[in-house]
């Protein structure tokens, strides 16, 4: 891998991991502090709702109690009155108490279950609950629950014909007089009051809502996401299927669990939500309190794209850096430092043969060794040159030697016949010295001349055997040279 390649990936892991560990860690802890957030918002407000439903309970509770003690005292005031027409003449009181306090109706019943009474006067006015059609009614069922208690009670939603055969939920206590029940009054609940209660969406953005569900897995309260497909009225005329609640949350609720859970809503949306559930007397409630997945998350995913956005910039920043860093570091050499030490072992090996790509530029030490490459090129062509002109010369020299040499041996040779032919003459010269005395005189002289030459021929003889020794040191010195040059040849 070439080391501009090296440096980028060491600049990118070194700069962009610990930034990359930092941003998903921060993500992930931003994350789940945004869920937790999320969590404690709707816990706190299924917290406050189930506060504010238990407070309207009760508050329907007081009221009811309210009207029995009133008409307690009215009918032992008008002891002489029936019960229709003591209802009657307080008609003006029950129709504004009905109005101000926001139920849907009014009842007061006999003992024999006849409804002698309605504020609204709907069908089921002067009917019985024992016997006529609405004896399997929610209001029928109401009635005899609390003649058989003598308490009060509370019957959940249901279909109600009267109604328009919308559902209805109910309220009644007994009147009692010196021990007997005078009466049954009920009150018809309005869903609005619950739903004012439970539409209130301060601080749950655009797809948060709080819902209340029956332990049929029907709505209690209209839902604000689907007011059409999930109102207490659809729900009721409908199916679970199509417009009930049957999710993970609120079966949990229905066990008697409280928690927070990233479940599928009723329209199959991913949502965080929290379910507790809600009793009130004989009710079975489930009350949920969800937003969507994508919005509570927002915040975390603009912050996915803003670091997104970061880590790209920083990544061009990185490999900016990194190859003008990296431009730095090659620059000086020129090339590769794997190439420049292969460049350096073949030329230190005395490998001169390394062929220098002309379209990379001769800087840095590639162009160093590129010159060194081309003078050393020269210089041991000159070497070798030259070694060339002195073997040449070392030839020459030696083959003059050899001749010279020669010469010297002829020479010598002639001198020592010239010698030998000298001691002849000369012992000749004795022989006659002793037959001719009488030309001692002459002989002499012939004598000392003959000596004296004979003295100067020694003399040449030992300069001829320098000469010879001379030469012979010559010839030596001239074979090493031929040998040096012959190495040198090789070594080139």
């Not at 000469?467 to 010839?475: A, D, F, K, Q, V």
Request: no cysteine; net charge negative; charged share 15%.
């Amino acid at each position: 891998m070439a080391i501009k390649t090296k440096l980028l990936f060491s600049f990118l892991l070194l700069g962009l991991l610990p930034a990359g560990i930092v941003s998903i860690l921060s993500l992930y802890l931003s994350a789940q502090a945004l869920e937790k957030q999320t969590y404690n918002q709707l816990s706190s407000i299924s917290h406050i709702k189930s506060n504010q439903l238990q407070d309207y309970f009760k508050t329907t509770k007081s009221d009811l109690n309210l009207l029995t003690t009133n008409f307690e005292s009215l009918s032992k005031h008008n002891s002489n009155l029936s019960l229709s027409e003591l209802a009657a003449l307080n008609h003006p009181w029950f129709d504004g108490f009905i109005t101000d306090k926001g139920y849907y109706d009014l009842f007061l019943i006999s003992p024999t279950g006849f409804i002698d009474y309605t504020v609204t006067k709907e069908a089921d006015y002067l009917t019985s609950l024992t016997t006529g059609p609405y004896k399997t009614s929610g209001l029928a069922t109401l009635f005899n629950k609390t003649l058989r208690t003598r308490s009060f009670e509370i019957i959940d939603f249901s279909k109600y014909a009267p109604s328009n055969d919308e559902p209805a939920a109910f309220i009644g206590q007994p009147v009692i007089i010196n021990g007997e029940v005078v009466a049954v009054i009920a009150l018809q609940l309005s869903i609005d009051a619950i739903n004012n209660i439970m539409q209130t969406r301060d601080g749950m953005g655009q797809t948060g809502e709080s819902y209340l569900v029956g332990d049929d897995l029907l709505m209690r309260s209209d839902s604000y996401l689907d007011p059409i497909g999930h109102s207490v009225v659809a729900s009721f005329a409908g199916n679970v299927k199509n417009n009930g609640v049957d999710t993970v949350a609120v079966h949990n609720a229905l066990q008697g669990h409280t928690n927070t859970k990233m479940i599928m809503d009723y329209n199959g949306n991913p949502v965080l939500s929290a379910f507790k559930p809600f009793k009130f007397e004989r009710l079975n409630w489930v009350l949920l309190a969800e937003i969507d997945e994508a919005e509570a998350f927002a915040p975390i995913y603009s912050l996915y794209w803003i670091i997104s956005i970061i880590a790209l910039l920083s990544f061009a920043v990185v490999i900016i850096a990194a190859l003008s860093i990296t431009r730095s570091i090659i620059k000086p050499l020129g090339g590769e430092p794997a190439q420049m030490q292969i460049i350096s072992k073949r030329i230190a090996s005395g490998d001169l043969s390394q062929v220098f790509d002309l379209d990379t530029p001769k800087i840095g030490v590639y162009g160093a060794m590129a010159k060194m490459n081309t003078y050393l090129h020269q210089t041991i062509s000159t070497i070798s040159q030259a070694t060339d002109r002195l073997a040449s010369t070392a030839a020459q020299t030696s083959t003059a030697s050899t001749q010279s040499n020669a010469s010297l041996q002829e020479q010598h040779a002639s001198i020592e016949h010239v010698a030998n032919a000298i001691s002849q003459t000369n012992a000749s010269i004795e022989e006659v010295s002793e037959n001719a005395r009488a030309v001692a005189d002459l002989s002499i002289k012939a004598k000392e001349t003959t000596y004296s030459a004979d003295v100067h021929l020694q003399q040449t003889i030992v300069k001829m055997s320098s000469l010879e020794h001379t030469i012979n040191n010559t010839e030596v010195v001239i074979k090493r040279v031929e040998d040096n040059a012959q190495t040198i040849n090789k070594v080139l």
